[in-house]
C-alpha cells in the first residue's frame, strides 16, 4: 500500500517544498497541524541503528528499534508524502515497556531507544526535512513495580501519589479516572505535587527537545479539567487519545484538548470495511460527528490502523483495507497512518499488530 499512499498524500497537501527552508521553530498553532499527514510509528519497531532484516523472537519484548533508526529513515517517511511523525513515549520505563506506556523515571530517557542526545538528533533531522515531530505522552498511569507497592527509582515514589487500587466500573466516569487501568498504578491527578510535576515534565520536553505537538494518551481516565493545564504547560498542538465510540462522550473533551482522536470515526469504518455494514452506517456515523458538538472537525485524527487495535487487514483483503484508507485520508481531519500499513502488515490483536518494520527491508513497491 506503499504506492497508494504515495499517491494520496500529494493530493491532500504539498508537504515538502524543494526550496523551503527548515523549520527551526517549533509549531503552537494548530491550523498548523491541520494541513499535516501524520505517520504514527512505535520506536522499538520502526528501524534499528544497524539495519537488519531478521525477525524479532518476542513481541512482547523489546525488539531493537532505536532514535537513530528513524532518523536513518526518515526519507523513507517522506518519500511517501508525510510530513509529520508520531514517536513512542520517552521516558524510563518498567522492564518490557518497550512501547513507553509503563514510565517509571520522567526525567530519564528510555535507554533502549538511544540517548538524550539521539533525541535532540532526531527531532533536528526531522526539522530539517520540514517535518514536524509529535511525542506519545502518559499522564494517567505508571509502569507496574516489580514489589508491589515499592515505588523506589520512580519520579513518584510514595504510595500517596497514587489513587487506591480498584477495578474500572465503565458505568461510573469517577471510577474510569482514579482506578486503575490494566492494573496500572493510576497517578492521583488530584494531588498537587503530583499535578506540578506531570505539568513541568511535558513543558521540559518540549523546551529540551524541541517537539512539535504531543499526543496524550488515556485522557479519559483523568479529570477532564486536568488536561487545560497540561496543554497549556506543553504550549504546542496537543491530540488526545479518548478511547470510546460515542460522539456525546468524546466531543466534551474538546473543550480540554484541542485536538482528538477520531475513535468515533473508528469504528464505523471498522463495521462497514471488515462486517460487512452498509455504507450507511458510514454515513451516519460521519452525520454524528458533524452534528455532535465537535468545536474543530479539522482536528480530528483519522486513522485505521494503530497499535490498540488489530490492523484491519487481518480482518479484510486489501482492496477493502485501500478503500478504508483513502476514505480515512481523504475526509475532514488530520489523517494519520500507522507504520506498516503501506506494507500491507496484517498482525491482528496487541502484540501482533506491533510487527518489526524493518522485515519489509521499507520496500518501495509495496502494493
Not at 515514589?157 to 480498584?166: A, D, L, T
Not at 479519559?220 to 488526545?240: I, L, N, P, Q
Amino acid at each position: 500500500m506503499r504506492l497508494l499512499l504515495s499517491l494520496l498524500c500529494p493530493l491532500l497537501f504539498t508537504p515538502l517544498f524543494a526550496n523551503a527552508s527548515p523549520i527551526t521553530i517549533r509549531s503552537q498553532n494548530s491550523n498548523d497541524w491541520s494541513s499535516r499527514v501524520i505517520y504514527q510509528l512505535l520506536t522499538d519497531r520502526f528501524a534499528k541503528t544497524v539495519d537488519d532484516q531478521s525477525p524479532c523472537s518476542d513481541l512482547g519484548n523489546y525488539c531493537g528499534g532505536s532514535f537513530q533508526g528513524i532518523i536513518n529513515h526518515l526519507d523513507y517517511i517522506a518519500g511517501m508524502g508525510f510530513d509529520a511523525i508520531w514517536i513512542s513515549p520517552i521516558p524510563q520505563n518498567a522492564q518490557g515497556g518497550y512501547h513507553g506506556y509503563w514510565a517509571t523515571n520522567f526525567s530519564a530517557i528510555n535507554s533502549n531507544f538511544g540517548s538524550s542526545n539521539d533525541l535532540k538528533k532526531l527531532v533536528q533531522a526531522a526539522h530539517a526535512k520540514n517535518m514536524y515531530v509529535m511525542l506519545d505522552v502518559v499522564a494517567n498511569h505508571v509502569g507496574t513495580p516489580s514489589t508491589p507497592n515499592d515505588y523506589n527509582g520512580y519520579t513518584f515514589n510514595q504510595g500517596s501519589y497514587y489513587h487506591s487500587y480498584c477495578d474500572i466500573n465503565y458505568n461510573d466516569q469517577t471510577s474510569v479516572e482514579q482506578c486503575w487501568l490494566s492494573g496500572l498504578p493510576d497517578l492521583n491527578t488530584e494531588n498537587d505535587y503530583v499535578v506540578n510535576t506531570l505539568y513541568s515534565t511535558v513543558s521540559n520536553w518540549i523546551s529540551e527537545y524541541g517537539f512539535d505537538g504531543i499526543r496524550i494518551d488515556t485522557v479519559k481516565h483523568v479529570r477532564k479539567d486536568f488536561w487545560d493545564g497540561y496543554v497549556k504547560a506543553a504550549g504546542v498542538f496537543a491530540t488526545g487519545e479518548v478511547l470510546h465510540g460515542s460522539v456525546s462522550y468524546v466531543a466534551p473533551y474538546q473543550s480540554h484538548v484541542p485536538s482528538l482522536i477520531n475513535y468515533p470515526l473508528y469504528y464505523p469504518i471498522y463495521d462497514v470495511f471488515t462486517k460487512a455494514a452498509t455504507m450507511t452506517r458510514l454515513k451516519s456515523g460521519y452525520n454524528d460527528i458533524q452534528s455532535g458538538g465537535f468545536s474543530n472537525l479539522n482536528l480530528l485524527l483519522n486513522f485505521i490502523d494503530n497499535h490498540d487495535n488489530p490492523r484491519l487487514l487481518s480482518k479484510a483483503d486489501q482492496s477493502l483495507v485501500k478503500n478504508a484508507l483513502t476514505y480515512s485520508m481523504l475526509i475532514q481531519g488530520i489523517p494519520v497512518v500507522y507504520y506498516g500499513t503501506e506494507q500491507s502488515y496484517k498482525g491482528g490483536n496487541d502484540p501482533n499488530n506491533r510487527e518489526p518494520l524493518w522485515t519489509s527491508g521499507y520496500s518501495s513497491s509495496s502494493e
